[in-house]
């Protein structure tokens, strides 16, 4: 109906809002919500929106079945046996309360507040409002990304864009504008190169996968980098197969072809850019028959792709994953975005946008890590884990501590005890942290753990004294601003006892550090979070979702820096191609491959043991990491956990497709059913993550069957590069055979 945000339709309310999570993903789609009473009965995509076009994923659609899930954590519920044993007693909000107020005014006493760390998943706003919590509830530097190894998501491309161009930056796909495609300031991309991301699933970082496939009906070509042959990489004009792990020697030498035939915007590059000759330089060294050794990829290939890409006006990039996780994430972000830069495709229509939140709007909104951390004494911040190691940690790139110093910390009690871990809807070993075994035992030996979720998970059964459960969506008022519409999220149910997010951080912080948590309410908060804006929640909530004015080109209209010149927001008010940073960190100031710690550079008598390259975590239509499991709809379509494995390969390892079979390493091995796919080299495994079994017993030693077919069993915590970040979480290696 148009122009209303709530109205009847026979025995239902509908009511015009946006969905985030949980259940999950990184975009805030708008959508109908049809409810009978409290109970939420349909989804469906809103037509009127401007963002995702009335379009919805499977997993938006399974709503109410996961909203209603009769299995739910229903209300705070304290250990009652041992941890592991699954069994539990019903306590009271209050009471709740009090044992964590109890507990951290006595660790505050004992040990100091640095010995409480928390960790958060992925895509919710849980990303800054539990940062509100730690520094400001807690009075703990220690907020984390639940052992995430190198923290490798988003993070090393934060660092990148952050030290090159002082911002971050997305694809222009006219999502910026309300009148998208008919906006005339607007440029169609002549080419999208997609790097290790499949957005038509994953839809990360503020971008729906489904713009790429509008602008290719409206003639945009494809270049797309990726080891698996997605629907995408056969549609695309380049497909650039590279070996897992490989990516900065392939972004070099695209510079190199750039560079050398003078395919780059000499213009920007001489008034814009810093250390130009530096970089020519060192993309020298990596010339084509070099980097196809590397790559495994045709020389032939590679020079196609720079110059489709050099040559298009304009071009941009849609990235993923895929480039944090390796040892070398940093450096293959910086690559591109030198790519980007050198090319003139930064900031300019259908290019690579310098984005900001919408109205400057931080806080509530996704992007604000650091809310709280500016008032934290320094004291105090010099103690968040890994800043004395890692520099890029330490001068504030990223407001989080590093997740793999705080697992060392955690065996080692060095420099501190941790005396309690905080999870907030993050499935730890059986997700993010990688080793999962020894994750698993590290956790085990902190004092008190207490796990915010929507349903009980491994995490909860393993460890926690108090499971506080965590409202859905549907369950919430808050916004979205990642980055760009404005978005408000609207309650329309509530599930038995369940709290969100902002008031069970709210509660807290006004029991423990009431002058941080001034807010009467949620809703109070939420206004204060808008005051950039202009607009209360309620106002917002009436529109639904607004778009700030665009701007293109604004390091030429003086909009990026503080002190309004002209400019990016760097230490040289350029694009920083060569980083004098890096240098005082004793780091390499410019793009450089570096094989991933296992392989067939690296570890070639290994690779006789296990000889193939196993990567992980694609991206499945059906679930957003380590969530919905538990909808039997969407298990009905991807019940079983997959390993990728080409139909030469199997032949010879005797496996047929359907099989379960079992992927070793020397960290362990782990079953999952066999799908033949030509689309993945011979050389080239790919298994899937975040494997969970809530139809399993819950108790130990099942643990719903977490170890069974967890491919985080085979990675490793703690293999980083020298800045910190990236971890080879896609490129390891292993050996396959029959169970």
Same mark, same amino acid.
């Given at each position: 109906?148009?122009?209303?945000?709530?109205?009847?339709?026979?025995?239902?309310?509908?009511?015009?809002?946006?969905?985030?999570?949980?259940?999950?993903?990184?975009?805030?789609?708008?959508?109908?919500?049809?409810?009978?009473?409290?109970?939420?009965?349909?989804?469906?995509?809103?037509?009127?929106?401007?963002?995702?076009?009335?379009?919805?994923?499977?997993?938006?659609?399974?709503?109410?079945?996961?909203?209603?899930?009769?299995?739910?954590?229903?209300?705070?519920?304290?250990?009652?046996?041992?941890?592991?044993?699954?069994?539990?007693?019903?306590?009271?909000?209050?009471?709740?309360?009090?044992?964590?107020?109890?507990?951290?005014?006595?660790?505050?006493?004992?040990?100091?507040?640095?010995?409480?760390?928390?960790?958060?998943?992925?895509?919710?706003?849980?990303?800054?409002?539990?940062?509100?919590?730690?520094?400001?509830?807690?009075?703990?530097?220690?907020?984390?990304?639940?052992?995430?190894?190198?923290?490798?998501?988003?993070?090393?491309?934060?660092?990148?864009?952050?030290?090159?161009?002082?911002?971050?930056?997305?694809?222009?796909?006219?999502?910026?504008?309300?009148?998208?495609?008919?906006?005339?300031?607007?440029?169609?991309?002549?080419?999208?190169?997609?790097?290790?991301?499949?957005?038509?699933?994953? +839809?990360? !970082?503020?971008?729906? &996968?489904?713009? /790429?496939?509008?602008?290719?009906?409206?003639?945009? *070509? $494809?270049?797309? #980098?990726?080891?698996?042959?997605?629907?995408?990489?056969?549609?695309?004009?380049?497909?650039?197969?590279?070996?897992?792990?490989?990516?900065?020697?392939?972004?070099?030498?695209?510079?190199?072809?750039?560079?050398?035939?003078?395919?780059?915007?000499?213009?920007?590059?001489?008034?814009?850019?810093?250390?130009?000759?530096?970089?020519?330089?060192?993309?020298?060294?990596?010339?084509?028959?070099?980097?196809?050794?590397?790559?495994?990829?045709?020389?032939?290939?590679?020079?196609?792709?720079?110059?489709?890409?050099?040559?298009?006006?304009?071009?941009?990039?849609?990235?993923?994953?895929?480039?944090?996780?390796?040892?070398?994430?940093?450096?293959?972000?910086?690559?591109?975005?030198?790519?980007?830069?050198?090319?003139? +495709?930064? !900031?300019?229509?259908? &290019?690579?946008? /310098?984005?900001?939140?919408?109205?400057?709007?931080? *806080? $509530?909104?996704? #992007?604000?890590?650091?809310?709280?951390?500016?008032?934290?004494?320094?004291?105090?911040?010099?103690?968040?884990?890994?800043?004395?190691?890692?520099?890029?940690?330490?001068?504030?790139?990223?407001?989080?501590?590093?997740?793999?110093?705080?697992?060392?910390?955690?065996?080692?009690?060095?420099?501190?005890?941790?005396?309690?871990?905080?999870?907030?809807?993050?499935?730890?070993?059986?997700?993010?942290?990688?080793?999962?075994?020894?994750?698993?035992?590290?956790?085990?030996?902190?004092?008190?753990?207490?796990?915010?979720?929507?349903?009980?998970?491994?995490?909860?059964?393993?460890?926690?004294?108090?499971?506080?459960?965590?409202?859905?969506?549907?369950?919430?008022?808050?916004?979205?601003?990642?980055?760009?519409?404005?978005?408000?999220?609207?309650?329309?149910?509530?599930?038995?006892?369940?709290?969100?997010?902002?008031?069970?951080? $709210?509660?807290?912080?006004?029991?423990?550090?009431?002058?941080?948590?001034?807010?009467?309410?949620?809703?109070?908060?939420?206004?204060?979070?808008?005051?950039?804006?202009?607009?209360?929640?309620?106002?917002?909530?009436?529109?639904?979702?607004?778009?700030?004015?665009?701007?293109?080109?604004?390091?030429?209209?003086?909009?990026?820096?503080?002190?309004?010149?002209?400019?990016?927001?760097?230490?040289?008010?350029?694009?920083?191609?060569?980083?004098?940073?890096?240098?005082?960190?004793?780091?390499?100031?410019?793009?450089?491959?570096?094989?991933?710690?296992?392989?067939?550079?690296?570890?070639?008598?290994?690779?006789?043991?296990?000889?193939?390259?196993?990567?992980?975590?694609?991206?499945?239509?059906?679930?957003?990491?380590?969530?919905?499991?538990?909808?039997?709809?969407?298990?009905?379509?991807?019940?079983?956990?997959?390993?990728?494995?080409?139909?030469?390969?199997?032949?010879?390892?005797?496996?047929?497709?359907?099989?379960?079979?079992?992927?070793?390493?020397?960290?362990?091995?782990?079953?999952?059913?066999?799908?033949?796919?030509?689309?993945?080299?011979?050389?080239?495994?790919?298994?899937?993550?975040?494997?969970?079994?809530?139809?399993?017993?819950?108790?130990?030693?099942?643990?719903?069957?977490?170890?069974?077919?967890?491919?985080?069993?085979?990675?490793?915590?703690?293999?980083?590069?020298?800045?910190?970040?990236?971890?080879?979480?896609?490129?390891?290696?292993?050996?396959?055979?029959?169970?």
């Amino acid at each position: 109906m148009s122009g209303k945000v709530q109205w009847k339709e026979g025995e239902y309310t509908v009511t015009r809002t946006c969905q985030w999570t949980a259940p999950g993903c990184h975009d805030g789609c708008q959508v109908l919500y049809y409810t009978k009473g409290n109970k939420l009965v349909k989804v469906e995509g809103d037509p009127e929106s401007k963002y995702n076009f009335g379009r919805l994923c499977m997993r938006c659609l399974s709503l109410p079945e996961l909203v209603n899930e009769p299995n739910r954590v229903k209300w705070p519920m304290k250990r009652a046996g041992e941890r592991g044993e699954n069994k539990w007693t019903r306590i009271t909000w209050d009471e709740a309360f009090d044992m964590i107020e109890d507990k951290v005014r006595t660790i505050w006493k004992d040990y100091g507040p640095e010995s409480i760390v928390t960790a958060i998943g992925t895509g919710r706003n849980t990303w800054s409002i539990v940062p509100k919590l730690t520094y400001d509830g807690f009075k703990s530097p220690n907020f984390s990304m639940g052992f995430l190894p190198g923290d490798s998501c988003y993070l090393p491309r934060a660092a990148a864009m952050g030290t090159m161009i002082g911002d971050f930056f997305i694809i222009d796909a006219s999502q910026l504008d309300e009148r998208r495609y008919d906006n005339p300031e607007w440029k169609l991309p002549e080419v999208v190169m997609i790097w290790g991301n499949n957005p038509l699933i994953s +839809n990360g !970082d503020g971008f729906l &996968g489904h713009w /790429i496939v509008d602008m290719m009906k409206r003639g945009t *070509k $494809l270049i797309v #980098v990726d080891p698996y042959l997605t629907w995408l990489a056969s549609k695309a004009d380049v497909w650039l197969q590279l070996r897992p792990g490989s990516d900065a020697a392939l972004g070099l030498a695209m510079l190199n072809v750039m560079i050398s035939e003078g395919l780059y915007d000499k213009e920007f590059v001489d008034k814009w850019t810093y250390g130009f000759d530096k970089l020519a330089a060192r993309a020298a060294e990596y010339d084509l028959q070099k980097v196809e050794n590397i790559t495994w990829v045709p020389k032939e290939k590679i020079a196609a792709a720079a110059r489709l890409f050099a040559n298009a006006k304009p071009a941009s990039i849609q990235w993923g994953l895929a480039v944090d996780t390796q040892v070398a994430g940093v450096s293959v972000a910086n690559s591109i975005c030198a790519m980007v830069a050198i090319t003139g +495709n930064l !900031d300019v229509p259908g &290019g690579q946008h /310098i984005i900001r939140p919408a109205f400057g709007v931080s *806080k $509530l909104a996704h #992007v604000s890590s650091d809310w709280g951390w500016a008032e934290m004494p320094e004291e105090m911040r010099q103690k968040r884990l890994g800043v004395q190691e890692y520099p890029l940690f330490k001068y504030g790139l990223a407001a989080t501590a590093r997740g793999d110093s705080v697992l060392e910390t955690i065996e080692t009690g060095r420099p501190y005890p941790i005396q309690m871990y905080w999870m907030e809807s993050t499935n730890t070993f059986a997700c993010c942290g990688g080793e999962a075994k020894r994750v698993y035992a590290a956790l085990k030996k902190v004092p008190f753990n207490v796990v915010v979720d929507p349903v009980l998970t491994p995490s909860a059964v393993a460890f926690a004294d108090l499971v506080l459960p965590a409202a859905m969506n549907v369950e919430r008022d808050s916004l979205r601003n990642w980055w760009t519409p404005l978005r408000s999220i609207s309650k329309v149910t509530q599930y038995e006892e369940c709290k969100t997010d902002e008031e069970i951080a $709210l509660a807290l912080g006004k029991r423990l550090n009431p002058e941080k948590w001034p807010w009467e309410n949620v809703e109070a908060m939420i206004n204060h979070a808008l005051e950039p804006a202009g607009i209360t929640f309620k106002e917002l909530e009436s529109k639904v979702q607004i778009w700030p004015e665009v701007h293109y080109k604004k390091y030429e209209k003086g909009l990026l820096r503080e002190d309004g010149e002209p400019g990016f927001n760097t230490d040289t008010g350029m694009v920083n191609l060569y980083q004098d940073i890096f240098v005082e960190w004793g780091l390499d100031p410019l793009p450089y491959h570096e094989e991933p710690p296992y392989g067939p550079i690296s570890t070639p008598e290994l690779m006789k043991e296990y000889p193939l390259i196993l990567t992980t975590g694609r991206r499945p239509w059906e679930f957003f990491h380590s969530e919905h499991r538990q909808s039997g709809t969407l298990r009905e379509f991807h019940p079983d956990p997959l390993l990728t494995i080409n139909p030469e390969t199997a032949a010879k390892l005797g496996i047929k497709d359907g099989d379960w079979v079992w992927i070793e390493n020397k960290n362990g091995r782990v079953k999952q059913v066999a799908t033949l796919d030509p689309g993945i080299d011979p050389r080239v495994v790919h298994g899937e993550h975040a494997w969970w079994f809530p139809e399993k017993e819950a108790a130990e030693p099942t643990l719903y069957g977490v170890f069974e077919s967890n491919i985080n069993v085979l990675t490793t915590q703690c293999t980083t590069g020298p800045t910190g970040y990236g971890a080879p979480l896609k490129n390891t290696i292993c050996k396959v055979y029959k169970a």
